[in-house]
């Protein structure tokens, strides 16, 4: 059996679109979003980012299906606090581009794959597709790739900006209870070094819809035979430090 069920499925019409789905909701007028979107699945980086300044909650995006958004003082971007999972990552990033977003970032804690440790931050290069979205979006393929001008252009700024960071791969999976030892030590083994549940179906959605799409992960935990080691978590700002300062690049950064 081919995935998805349909083969091609993502040359198909769909029967019901974002525009239309937003034009119900909100009386037949799409409201606007600035051009660059940061995404966000961590109400401890969420906390981070606010207790850092700048940021105003916006309540006019009810319909958005996203925790919460915020304007960012700049007016040039907008942050977006998801729930976890690349169904409502999907759904969320196609309405920001109905809406005017045409360049999106991850900016998150995910897992390390044995080497990293808890604090190193990375440039997501390529995202393994181990979950369903994004096979709907885009051909089959083992990678989902971020659009390399905006991750180009990131990593420029970041090491202007001082950051110590490397580019690595990253495993997107829809089932955290189901990695097993003989998955870790092969994705370890061909230089993956993260482990989340978003970056490919961003970057698929983002492909689809010719907008750019790119990641920034700040491992918070080690995944090794052992299990799950290492956690960093709380509210100070220290801890996300270097995830603010990410935002705090992408926000200037001009595309």
Not at 147 to 157: C, G, H, V, Y
Not at 216 to 232: K, P
Request: aromatic share 8%; net charge positive; with cysteine.
């Amino acid at each position: 059996m081919s995935f998805p069920n349909v083969g091609e499925k993502h040359r198909l019409n769909p029967v019901i679109t974002s525009e239309q789905d937003l034009r119900t909701n909100y009386g037949g007028r799409i409201p606007r979003v600035p051009r660059k979107a940061v995404l966000v699945y961590d109400s401890d980086l969420e906390d981070a980012l606010l207790m850092n300044g700048g940021l105003r909650l916006s309540k006019r995006f009810k319909h958005l299906l996203a925790s919460r958004v915020y304007l960012a003082r700049s007016r040039d971007t907008v942050l977006v606090r998801l729930a976890i999972g690349a169904p409502i990552t999907a759904l969320v990033v196609e309405n920001l581009i109905t809406m005017g977003a045409r360049e999106f970032l991850i900016i998150g804690t995910a897992g390390g794959l044995k080497r990293p440790r808890p604090g190193d931050l990375f440039l997501c290069t390529r995202a393994l597709r181990d979950e369903g979205t994004s096979h709907h979006y885009i051909p089959d393929s083992p990678f989902a790739e971020p659009d390399p001008e905006l991750s180009r252009t990131l990593s420029r700024a970041m090491k202007e900006g001082n950051l110590v960071f490397r580019s690595a791969p990253s495993w997107t999976i829809d089932a955290p209870y189901t990695e097993s030892v003989e998955e870790l030590n092969r994705y370890s083994k061909e230089g993956i070094m993260t482990v989340e549940m978003e970056a490919a179906a961003l970057f698929a959605v983002a492909k689809a819809k010719g907008v750019k799409a790119a990641a920034v992960f700040m491992v918070s935990d080690v995944l090794s035979e052992r299990g799950w080691s290492g956690f960093v978590r709380g509210t100070k700002p220290e801890h996300f430090g270097s995830l603010v300062e990410v935002f705090g690049i992408f926000d200037r950064l001009r595309i």
